[in-house]
């Protein structure tokens, strides 16, 4: 099997989210959700690039870190030289307090080394979190602009308040726009995997698994209104009525239908 099949393409990402990005312009040229795509766009090419930065070691804080370190092991070994040992080196209480300062400064040394080489570590990992916290809010942003696309008021109906959202959508048209917000969640959990696939941090990770259970979550809310939606044009065509892509949905006048079985059929 292709080793490309074992890790994430960001290309493939970027050419994904493209894509998607027109068939939105194409389907909807002045909805709000075209520009949050083009957003997205930018966030998913900036990711291959960002991801890579982090990726990379970073030579300069290396050098300070070595520097730091080996100034502190010569700085030690230097006083260690110069201390002088006494005869009460040789008696079991002075050999107790010499060994018991000796590993008291081993230990403060090793914790300063380990302070200073965990520098790199901490500020490739405060960049990926800033990432990840830029796609989890795009997450949030995508939702709130599917948040009234809800199908259900096409077929109860009833007067429009004069907050009610503006409803202009067919069902068709509602539909695909549902099905747009779906993939654009499920793009940010992927764009959100590729900070991590080159930079294992444990923190990191669980922010990813974060952002993914968030958009899983979304994206059922999203599934149920367009099972719903397709419940409709069942009962429309339980009827005999049909209504055109291109004209608004008339909820039909009939008797309540049967509940719908679990296998109601999904839009494509």
Excluded at 45 to 50: G, I, V
Excluded at 219 to 231: A, G, Y
Aim: proline fraction near 7%; charge should be neutral.
């Amino acid at each position: 099997m292709p080793k490309r099949f074992r890790s994430l393409q960001p290309e493939m990402v970027v050419g994904t989210v493209e894509l998607l990005e027109k068939r939105i312009t194409e389907r909807f040229p002045d909805a709000s959700l075209r520009e949050v795509a083009a957003e997205l766009t930018v966030m998913a090419r900036e990711a291959a690039e960002r991801a890579h930065h982090i990726s990379r070691p970073n030579i300069p804080l290396r050098v300070v870190q070595c520097l730091l370190v080996t100034s502190g092991l010569a700085l030690a070994t230097w006083f260690a030289w110069r201390v002088q040992p006494s005869d009460d080196i040789y008696k079991v209480s002075g050999f107790a307090q010499t060994m018991d300062g000796l590993i008291s400064c081993l230990a403060a040394i090793g914790a300063m080394s380990l302070f200073v080489f965990s520098w790199e570590l901490r500020f490739k990992r405060r960049q990926a979190l800033k990432a990840l916290h830029e796609l989890r809010s795009m997450a949030h942003i995508v939702d709130m602009h599917q948040l009234t696309k809800d199908p259900e008021p096409l077929l109860l109906g009833g007067p429009p308040t004069p907050s009610s959202p503006e409803r202009t959508l067919t069902p068709f048209e509602l539909g695909r726009y549902l099905d747009y917000s779906s993939e654009m969640l499920s793009i940010i959990s992927k764009t959100a995997a590729i900070y991590v696939q080159e930079f294992p941090d444990a923190v990191a990770l669980d922010a990813v698994d974060e952002i993914t259970s968030l958009t899983n979550g979304l994206t059922r809310n999203i599934w149920q209104k367009i099972m719903l939606l397709d419940r409709m044009q069942a009962a429309l065509e339980t009827s005999g009525e049909k209504n055109s892509p291109t004209t608004p949905f008339v909820a039909p006048t009939m008797a309540p239908a049967a509940p719908a079985s679990d296998s109601a059929p999904q839009s494509k």
